[in-house]
């Protein structure tokens, strides 16, 4: 179990999964070969995305561990599909060994992943990672990047020294 809540932090926090879209994760739509994930997204829409290496070595750890080749990628204790209930658990879990006051949830993860994305990719890649069709929602997501917001003060013309 403890390759599997990586793989969903992983996952959260760096492509900004929506829940549904992870729990809804099976084996035949991972494919590690290539590094792609094929996820089913708000209004049935199908797409890809990039995996990182490192979450392609630990789920193909943790699909040896499984033993099967076909069905849902992460599973309870019962054998059975995660649902949301079992990763607010995961991430109240998290919470309390990492001594975090705060409530972890999924947004959180998804507000992050959008924020990091944002600082070294861009706006335009955030969105296509997040899956979103509009800028608009993307921009809800990914907060201001500090670099750039520290180099705009810099060469603001009100922040400048007079010389005199």
């Known amino acids: 179990m403890g390759l599997r809540n990586l793989i969903i932090i992983m996952l959260l ?7 549904a879209t992870l729990t809804a994760i099976n084996i035949e739509d991972v494919d590690l070969t290539c590094g792609l ?24 750890g943790y699909l040896k561990l ?28 998290a919470a309390d060994r990492l ?6 949830h999924a947004r959180l993860f998804r507000h992050t992943a959008a924020t990091q994305l944002n600082k070294v990719a861009g706006i335009e890649i955030t969105q296509q990672v997040l899956g979103h069709n509009r800028r608009a929602n993307t ?7 500090p670099d750039q917001y520290a180099a705009y003060m810099k060469k603001h013309p009100f922040m400048r020294k007079e010389s005199k």
């Open 37 to 60: 994930l094929w996820i089913k997204e708000k209004g049935r829409r199908l797409r890809s995305v990039v995996l990182p290496h490192c979450i392609c070595t630990i789920i193909g």
């Open 13 to 19: 926090g760096t492509l900004g999964l929506r829940t």
């Open 139 to 145: 921009l809800k997501y990914a907060h201001l990047n």
């Open 66 to 93: 499984r033993r099967r080749n076909k069905g849902p990628l992460l599973i309870s204790k019962r054998k059975k599909r995660i649902s949301p209930r079992t990763l607010q658990d995961i991430f109240r879990s």
């Open 99 to 104: 001594g975090i006051d705060k409530k972890l």
